[in-house]
């Protein structure tokens, strides 16, 4: 008799395009939401909340991958039969809920969002399956000035999550340009339409090599994979690139000066022009800087749902990977105005416009441009000597938690060594030792790790700070809230973001 095979053991690994985050990436996203939302809120957009799944039917199907077997979505069937799927954006719920419920709302409706969403698109370097949006919409103003100022306010966003002025600029266009181009050259296709945009919107990343194969034939990339060209006609081809060429450096006004001499633009471009012109007017008005908000006609946006008005956020900050090479990150956030996307529910024309920061991609550009803040802050740790002692243990740590400040027991059956560099591993400031001598002389000793920290960086600029700042002390037992708040405080004072 042989004896029964081990039963098999599943790999521990992660699904292609889903990111586990520890502590530190999950506080650096928690931050952007923070600093964003109370921008939004600042300007006078009220919090909603949908939920993860909507009906297929209602999100539409606007994702670029089409090709895929469930549009780009994750979907599944309820056991009414009717097909529901993870959402890929806030828009599309915003849509649905504004449609369902008008009467009720306050017109125009200002909203802001904030989550997860899914894209079941092709994984790759910093493109991810899910992902944190952060989205502020107004829905009900087709006013040029409801666009001058989501892009304004998604300035101020920027600089709220931590970029200084000249490390990001939103650049803006309008798709009814190319609306114009293309009725102007018979292109009257919507599926060859959509196609060329999705073509055109890559043109930052391909370049025009890449492009102009998208707006022909179609393009075999890197990695073996074949994507079908819109199949436009030559003269087309030729009108988008000299178009995409007229963006220049100089002034937004200025700009549009230079897309209308290269002419064939249509009834839809010249009113595309007076939009953009409407919007500069605005954002001058709002004091908006020439350099951080910039027309440029190369912008498109992927979704279909887009109608006039887009805009894209896109990073200048230099960045680089886990092994110093420079990496560009290119976009990290984006929106425009989408005035079918509530009618495709009302049958009624529902102007709308919106913008929405990539927050998972954006704390990842951060990182990698090495602008990291203080380490996360952990818990103070009570070490445990003695089994026999445990109650004082516990009292200690439930006192500090009684005073607002987070703590945790030792809950491992390591020594003391191994605890002390557990609580250093947590990014825990302090850690509380109560042995034999310390209870029966009614003490506690407290060892200051992020003084420990401190002298392990060399910080030559808190010399002064370390010289009296003693590494470890032996205090009254009834002191221990008060000197563990005066290490966190004096920390905090003397802590400064990275970067």
């Not at 500069?280 to 008005?285: F, P």
């Not at 990073?315 to 956030?333: M, N, P, Q, W, Y």
Request: proline share 5%; aromatic share 8%; net charge negative.
């Amino acid at each position: 008799m042989t004896d029964a095979a081990p039963p098999a053991r599943p790999e521990a690994r992660s699904p292609r395009g889903f990111a586990d985050r520890r502590g530190p990436d999950v506080a650096a996203e928690r931050r952007i939401v923070a600093r964003v939302t109370e921008v939004y809120e600042r300007w006078g957009f009220e919090p909603l909340e949908t939920g993860a799944f909507e009906y297929a039917d209602a999100l539409g199907k606007f994702l670029p991958d089409a090709d895929r077997p469930n549009e780009g979505v994750f979907a599944l069937q309820d056991d009414d039969d009717q097909w529901m799927a993870l959402r890929y954006d806030l828009t599309a719920p915003l849509a649905r809920f504004a449609a369902q419920n008008w009467e009720t709302l306050p017109k125009p409706y200002r909203r802001y969002a904030f989550g997860p969403v899914w894209r079941n698109e092709k994984p790759g370097p910093g493109r991810f399956r899910e992902f944190v949006q952060c989205d502020a919409d107004t829905v009900g103003s087709d006013r040029p000035e409801a666009d001058a100022e989501i892009i304004a306010m998604a300035c101020e966003g920027l600089k709220a999550a931590g970029l200084a002025e000249g490390q990001a600029v939103v650049r803006v266009s309008n798709r009814k340009l190319f609306d114009g181009l293309f009725d102007a050259g018979g292109v009257t296709d919507p599926v060859q339409r959509l196609t060329a945009l999705r073509a055109i919107d890559k043109y930052d990343r391909l370049g025009w090599e890449g492009v102009v194969a998208l707006l022909g034939e179609g393009r075999l990339d890197e990695s073996g994979d074949y994507t079908k060209g819109a199949r436009l006609p030559g003269a087309v081809a030729d009108t988008i690139r000299a178009f995409l060429g007229s963006a220049g450096e100089g002034t937004r006004a200025e700009a549009l000066d230079a897309i209308a001499r290269v002419g064939g633009l249509g009834a839809a471009g010249e009113a595309a022009l007076n939009e953009l012109s409407g919007i500069d007017r605005a954002l001058t008005s709002m004091g908006v800087d020439q350099a951080a908000v910039r027309f440029d006609p190369t912008i498109v946006r992927g979704l279909e749902y887009y109608t006039g008005a887009v805009f894209e956020a896109e990073l200048l900050l230099e960045t680089t990977d886990d092994k110093g090479r420079a990496v560009r990150f290119g976009s990290i956030g984006g929106g425009g105005r989408y005035d079918d996307l509530v009618a495709r529910f009302t049958g009624e024309a529902t102007p709308a416009t919106g913008f929405s920061f990539g927050v998972s991609r954006l704390a990842s550009a951060l990182r990698a441009a090495g602008r990291n803040e203080a380490a996360t802050r952990g818990p103070v740790v009570v070490i445990v000597f003695d089994e026999a002692d445990m109650q004082h243990y516990l009292d200690a740590v439930a006192e500090l938690r009684r005073a607002g400040i987070a703590a945790e027991l030792y809950l491992g059956r390591a020594g003391m060594k191994a605890q002390m560099k557990y609580a250093d591993r947590r990014g825990a400031p302090a850690a509380v030792m109560l042995g034999g001598n310390e209870i029966a002389a009614g003490q506690v000793t407290i060892k200051d790790l992020d003084a420990g920290r401190a002298l392990a960086a060399g910080l030559a600029d808190n010399e002064a700070w370390k010289a009296a700042r003693p590494g470890q002390q032996t205090v009254a037992r009834d002191a221990l809230v008060q000197t563990i708040r005066g290490i966190i405080e004096d920390s905090s004072i003397t802590r400064s973001p990275r970067g």
